[in-house]
């Protein structure tokens, strides 16, 4: 019987090329010559470190344009508040991985929504979701494309 997964995965190196490549701008452009700006990777978690909020502001944009130049989706961010450290401010963005229990519900009741005849498991951190026809499963992931569930979702192991 076809079926595939659907995940929401971000490529560990990409993100940490992405991070890497938003530190080197900090440190090359000028409204931020002098200043404590930086981008860091720890696990899954990106922090950002300035003077001031207003500095913090200033990093996303070039962060979110190193992420998209890599095909990293930005809606795998969750960023935290911006907290005062020291004499600087910091933020923590975690970057979301694996599909969670409430987002995989959704998407399991969007399906069943549709009335497209296929089955929809949770299982763990991937939604599997098998059916007779393949045409079937290809108007699920187009479904579930469209859908605002909050996270970038992958498709995987395709199996016909």
Known sequence: MPSFDVVSEVDQHELSNAVD?????????????????SAELADSVIVLKADSDF???????????????????IACLEPGKVENSGK??????????GVDKETAKKAVAKIKESKIKVQAQIQGE???????????????????????????????????
């Open 21 to 37: 490549h938003t530190q080197r701008e900090i440190g090359n452009r000028f409204d931020f010559k002098g200043t404590s700006a």
């Open 55 to 73: 500095q913090i502001q200033q990093i996303h944009p070039v962060l979110y344009q190193k992420l998209t130049a890599r095909k990293i989706d």
């Open 88 to 97: 600087g401010v910091k933020q923590s963005m975690t970057v979301r991985q």
């Open 126 to 160: 991937q939604l599997r979701v098998t059916g007779k026809k393949r045409d079937d499963l290809q108007s699920v992931m187009a479904l579930l494309k469209g859908a605002e569930l909050g996270l970038p979702l992958q498709f995987q192991n395709f199996r016909d």
